[in-house]
């Protein structure tokens, strides 16, 4: 972890290493990004997503529900991360303190 | 029970694999598969279908069943569960995938597909036109990872 990465930016890291491995991605593919759609550009299919649930449910100690996997924010890595993000936020929000 | 307990392997059958796996723990592995059986009726919509109500017993253990730790004694648990009530032969008996059918493999939907032609192309393009998907890219916004949602109005 470097110092002063956000949780998102860790977050958006570890699982954009995850999918260049599981998905075999060339170093040098252009169309392979942060924002690109996983699904539609066919980085991700639905037998690396089980793997990738896995690992992110693994990673960040946290539980995807079945909407989750159809939220629109799933779609991208740096969407993923800001899910992700979110949740550990709120998980760790006093509930005194919780946003209406 | 067998998501549950993800009692499932690929299958080999005329020189090409089946229903492939990912590569997870058993552990993690069912709870991914019983996602995917939770958002279906697959197992109970075709006796609906003829009218048939039908529960599936092993569903109201579920919590209890994913808990169970690695690896999972299928045989013992099933013994446990039926109580008696089922014949040491049954809950012993070699499995046979529906997809195969029988160990001579003639009986299955697996093997009637390959004799057919027909691959997973042909079956997803028949997906979509039950389901009035008109674009076969956006077949990733209604199944995803097992688990499958109404599709999306108007696509």
């Known amino acids: 972890m470097q110092p002063g990465q956000s949780t998102q930016e860790i977050a958006a890291t570890k699982i954009e290493d995850f999918v260049r491995q599981i998905g075999t991605i060339a170093s040098d593919d252009p169309g392979f990004h942060r924002q690109a759609d996983l699904f539609d550009a066919g980085y991700v299919d639905s037998l690396a997503l089980v793997a990738l649930t896995a690992f992110i449910e693994e990673t960040f100690h946290l539980s995807l529900t079945e909407q989750d996997l159809f939220h629109p924010e799933f779609t991208t890595i740096d969407g993923m991360a800001r899910l992700i993000t979110t949740r550990i936020h709120r998980s760790c929000t006093p509930p005194h303190t919780a946003l209406p | ?155």
């Open chain 2, 1 to 155: 029970m067998n998501e549950l307990l993800g009692d499932y392997s690929p299958v080999h059958y005329a020189g090409a694999t089946y229903y492939q796996l990912p590569q997870l723990p058993p552990s993690k592995l069912r709870i991914s598969l019983t996602r995917g059986v939770q958002t279906g009726d697959r197992e109970v919509g075709v006796f609906k279908g003829h009218g048939l109500d039908v529960a599936q017993p092993y569903g109201w253990a579920s919590t209890l069943l994913l808990e169970l730790p690695d690896p999972i004694p299928k045989h013992t648990i099933i013994k446990e569960l039926a109580q008696g009530a089922l014949p040491e032969e049954i809950s012993r008996r070699p499995k046979v995938r529906a997809q195969i059918g029988d160990h001579d493999a003639r009986q299955g939907i697996l093997p009637q597909l390959v004799r057919a032609g027909l691959d997973h192309r042909q079956l997803e393009a028949a997906f979509c036109r039950a389901f009035h998907i008109h674009n076969p890219v956006d077949l990733h916004r209604v199944v995803r990872a097992g688990i499958h949602q109404p599709p999306p109005p108007g696509r």
